[in-house]
Nanobody, 122 residues
Framework: VQLQASGGGLVQAGAALRLSCTAS????????MGWFRQAPGTEREFVAA????????YYADSVKGRFTISRDNNKNTLYLQMDNLRPEDTAVYFC????????????????WGQGTQVTVSS
């Protein structure tokens, strides 16, 4: 499984961004997928995850109500819609894939994308 994240950028507080993660490989649509982020000097932290079907959705408390995770298995693409961005959302965002179930723990994920930078100015 190979993952490629895109869509990051520099925005002002209150703005929105949509991240995408394109997946390739066998049976990729059967994997749970998640978004994680890592700011300088911090550990990688869970942001959101979805089951393979999209029926199970999980969010970190810090992004609930502002971020929306979704996936389109026909396009093998994972999305993260980020609304009302805050300076504390500034980080490199990574997409990841795990078989078979979604997890909050980054060490459970077998495959990772390269990361995309999100910077939110105040």
């Amino acid at each position: 499984v190979q993952l490629q994240a895109s869509g990051g950028g520099l925005v002002q507080a209150g703005a929105a961004l949509r991240l995408s993660c394109t997946a390739s490989g066998r049976f990729v649509s059967s994997y749970a997928m998640g978004w994680f982020r890592q700011a300088p000097g911090t550990e990688r932290e869970f942001v959101a995850a979805t089951s393979w079907s999209g029926a199970g959705i999980y969010y970190a408390d810090s992004v609930k109500g502002r971020f929306t995770i979704s996936r389109d298995n026909n396009k093998n693409t994972l999305y993260l819609q980020m609304d009302n961005l805050r300076p504390e959302d500034t980080a490199v965002y990574f997409c990841a894939a795990h078989y078979p179930e979604a997890s909050y723990d980054p060490s459970d994920y077998e495959y990772w994308g390269q990361g995309t930078q999100v910077t939110v100015s105040s």
